[in-house]
DNA sequence: CCCATAACTAAACGAGTGTTTAGTTATTAA
DNA sequence: TTAATAACTAAACACTCGTTTAGTTATGGG
């Protein structure tokens, strides 16, 4: 009927993405994400509505990415170590193509305020519903425990993931090892 | 000899600070301090020089402010304990005026990339490390511990505290206060 | 082959950014 | 009282932002 796209979507929203990794929301420009995803300003308007459309995609391709490593954690059966072998694991996951991006959940989150859109606080929040809702099924393993404990062991180590995710941009390996340990010292 | 200032300095960097505090360095933009500060923009660049020296007089200021948590746990005696209660104080401190600012330190930390300027970063640094400092100083109240495991507990006390300071913005005081008794749990 | 149509290019849009500057007002030493 | 000067007001600066649009190019069904 007419034209092909010659770009795949799937394709220039990870080049996005890794922008908005590096870079937060704000400072990432359609300028830039012209330039970065290689495709002109209409085709990103045509294709993902504006930066907002843009981001939220980006923000699904993270997921998906992230997503291998939770699903080594869910298939685990080793209990606490699991969970503390997944801590070891995301920091790598931070540092795979670059020094210092931390998370893209945990920089957006920390960016963004109380006033910013709904789409994107309901992405962050969703997402970290989930990734609890997996711890909690780890620590659910050791059946000696009983929910109230689960669920307060449970929002400690998301809001220890938070941390680490932001220390990930500051601090140094042997810090930050030195951290998990601490972390799972008890267990 | 000429006309007289009609503001002063240290009242306008104080609404200055609480701006950059809500709204983080890059979001807040001269128009809006131009409005909070209560002066015209000529009198804020004749006083600070650029938008970057606004701010760095107002990380100044947030010492201050902090300064006074940070020399009650300098005064404590009670080890650990006072550590605790400089953790929780800072949760109230985060919260004073209004719900959710988090930390500015730690906000703008979580923000600039490694690209930002330099003076902005060395107050950063500086202002991590003297904290550090005040913690190595009162883990040294157990003449037990030698010094590799007093830094190594001061380094995980610093991540925790940027930790909690992000989550501040997030986590309710419930889940807050788990994480607290979490992390001095073994002590 | 041709034309409807989607995808491309590139320029322009209005609004907002940090910063500067020309012009006015008020103060005070001489 | 006046002249020098610092502090004020407000408009303009050049630039970038996200977004739109007019004009061109390529595709494929009839």
């Known amino acids: 009927m007419a034209r092909k796209k010659e770009y795949l979507e799937e394709e220039v929203i990870v080049k996005a993405m890794n922008l908005f990794w590096r870079n937060g929301y704000e400072t990432t420009s359609m ?6 995803m290689g495709i002109n300003k209409f085709s990103i308007y045509s294709s993902f509505g504006n930066k907002k ?8 391709c993270y997921k998906q990415k992230l997503n291998k490593l939770i699903n080594q954690l869910k298939t685990s059966e080793n209990g606490i170590a699991g969970l503390k072998q997944y801590f070891y694991d995301f920091i ?3 540092k795979e193509t670059e020094f210092g991006k931390g998370c893209l959940i945990t920089n957006t ?3 963004i305020g109380e006033d910013a859109d709904e789409k ?13 809702q997996v711890f909690i099924q780890i620590l659910k393993q050791d059946k000696t425990k ?7 062991q449970a929002d400690f ?3 220890s993931m938070f941390g680490l995710s932001s220390a990930t941009r500051i601090f140094n390996k042997i810090q930050l090892y030195n951290y998990i340990e601490n972390i799972f010292k008890n267990n």
């Not at 459309?53 to 699904?60: C, D, N």
């Not at 309901?122 to 990734?131: I, N, S």
């Not at 009983?146 to 307060?152: C, F, G, M, S």
């Open 157 to 159: 180590l998301i809001i």
């Open 53 to 60: 459309g843009v981001f939220l995609e980006s923000l699904k």
């Open 31 to 36: 300028q830039m994400l012209e330039k970065e």
């Open 109 to 111: 989150a920390n960016e």
């Open 92 to 94: 790598e996951f931070t």
């Open 120 to 132: 994107i606080k309901d992405a962050l929040t969703k997402f970290t519903d989930d990734v609890k």
């Open 146 to 152: 009983d929910n109230a404990t689960i669920e307060q």
